[in-house]
């Protein structure tokens, strides 16, 4: 079993960044750890996501080049830094995870976080 806890998130205006954080606890040898976010009347779509046994990573190519996740020094923690925010960004925002290995496949992810909500305002 996996727990996941988020932090982070917030207001911001265009242009600007925020940080988001997400520790797991529990099975976490070799974990995919991502984030998703769903904005009101839109599917829920996967942002990026990181394998920290492996090191790999994957983002959406909307968030590509503004977006960087990363492993924090516990290898259970992920940060999401999102630069150059845009309105379109705004969403609530979930820490996910699965102990599949390294797929990015959307389905694999069993374990979630309780969201945090990221508004950009033009």
């Known amino acids: 079993q996996v727990k996941l806890v988020e932090s982070g998130g917030g207001s911001v205006q265009a242009g600007g960044s925020l940080r988001l954080s997400c520790a797991a606890s529990?099975?976490?040898?070799?974990?995919?750890m991502g984030w998703f976010r769903q904005a009101p009347g839109k599917e829920r779509e996967g942002v990026a996501a990181l394998n920290t046994g492996r090191g790999t990573t994957y983002y959406t190519d909307s968030v590509r080049g503004r977006f960087t996740i990363s492993q924090g020094n516990a290898k259970n923690t992920v940060y999401l830094q999102m630069n150059s925010l845009q309105s379109e960004d705004t969403a609530m925002y979930y820490c996910?995870?699965?102990?599949?290995?390294?797929?990015?496949?959307?389905?694999?992810?069993?374990?979630w976080g309780q969201g945090t909500q990221v508004s950009v305002s033009s």
């Open positions: 996910a995870a699965h102990l599949l290995g390294g797929s990015w496949s959307s389905g694999n992810f069993k374990y």
């Open positions: 529990g099975s976490t040898l070799s974990i995919t």
